[in-house]
């Protein structure tokens, strides 16, 4: 998944690109998956011939994509990530912007801790996106677990709640460590300490949301 590359100038590589997103797609189809999620290639922060004639290349292989997911039956989704991993779509504005002007009926996935750093707020970017909010990643500023960061969870459930959103919470925390995206199962202690961060999250996020129903 990490070589995937929507916006590479090259075409046998676009197309290489493509057809590993097909597939991810059959795969979605096999296990009931409504959704799949696509963002940047991870690890390329520049651009190889031209910032405006990617983003072009990109909203082309988008257009393709989402008439291939369409047709399945499964919603397609952008993630756009922060100037530090990435540098084509940070913002939940531009992906929008990707959408609009290739395909109606895809989404957008935003994750807490991308918006932490490109967002002017988590409300106003909720609302810029609205239904086309496809799925969201609960993730606390330091990726520690919820509630250990600055990230007001109970803004973000309220937010969620104005616009009516339904649809699927991704809890996503990391353990420390000089590599902390280590491979599950490299160090079992790793884990148990993942896991650990992942009830920690779950139990904070609870806590927003009931917090949520009262107000």
Same mark, same amino acid.
Request: charged share 25%; hydrophobic share 40%.
């Given at each position: 998944?990490?070589?995937?590359?929507?916006?590479?100038?090259?075409?046998?590589?676009?197309?290489?690109?493509?057809?590993?997103?097909?597939?991810?797609?059959?795969?979605?189809?096999?296990?009931?998956?409504?959704?799949?999620?696509?963002?940047?290639?991870?690890?390329?922060?520049?651009?190889?011939?031209?910032?405006?004639?990617?983003?072009?290349?990109?909203?082309?292989?988008?257009?393709?994509?989402?008439?291939?997911?369409?047709?399945?039956?499964?919603?397609?989704?952008?993630?756009?990530?922060?100037?530090?991993? *990435?540098?084509?779509?940070?913002?939940?504005? %531009?992906?929008?912007? !990707?959408? +609009?002007? =290739?395909?109606?009926?895809?989404? @957008? #996935?935003?994750?807490?801790?991308?918006?932490?750093?490109?967002?002017?707020?988590?409300?106003?970017?909720?609302?810029?996106?609205?239904?086309?909010?496809?799925?969201?990643?609960?993730?606390?500023?330091?990726?520690?677990?919820?509630?250990?960061?600055?990230?007001?969870?109970?803004?973000?459930?309220?937010?969620?709640?104005?616009?009516?959103?339904?649809?699927?919470?991704?809890?996503?925390?990391?353990?420390?460590?000089?590599?902390?995206?280590?491979?599950? *199962?490299?160090?079992?202690?790793?884990?148990? %300490?993942?896991?650990? !961060?992942? +009830?920690? =999250?779950?139990?904070?996020?609870? @806590? #927003?949301?009931?917090?949520?129903?009262?107000?």
């Amino acid at each position: 998944v990490n070589e995937i590359d929507l916006a590479h100038p090259l075409h046998s590589m676009r197309q290489e690109s493509m057809e590993m997103v097909r597939s991810l797609l059959e795969y979605c189809v096999e296990i009931g998956c409504s959704r799949l999620i696509l963002r940047e290639k991870p690890g390329r922060m520049r651009p190889i011939v031209g910032r405006l004639k990617e983003w072009n290349v990109l909203q082309q292989s988008w257009r393709a994509l989402a008439h291939s997911a369409m047709s399945v039956g499964v919603q397609i989704c952008f993630l756009p990530v922060n100037r530090y991993e *990435g540098f084509l779509i940070n913002t939940a504005s %531009e992906a929008l912007s !990707l959408l +609009e002007r =290739s395909d109606p009926h895809s989404g @957008v #996935a935003l994750s807490t801790y991308h918006m932490n750093v490109e967002e002017r707020g988590f409300r106003s970017t909720f609302e810029e996106v609205g239904r086309r909010l496809g799925l969201l990643y609960a993730v606390e500023s330091n990726r520690r677990a919820l509630g250990d960061g600055h990230i007001d969870w109970l803004e973000v459930c309220l937010s969620l709640d104005a616009i009516g959103y339904e649809g699927p919470v991704v809890i996503e925390c990391q353990a420390l460590g000089a590599d902390p995206l280590l491979p599950v *199962g490299r160090s079992p202690a790793w884990v148990d %300490e993942v896991f650990d !961060l992942a +009830e920690q =999250s779950i139990q904070n996020l609870r @806590v #927003a949301l009931a917090a949520c129903r009262r107000s």
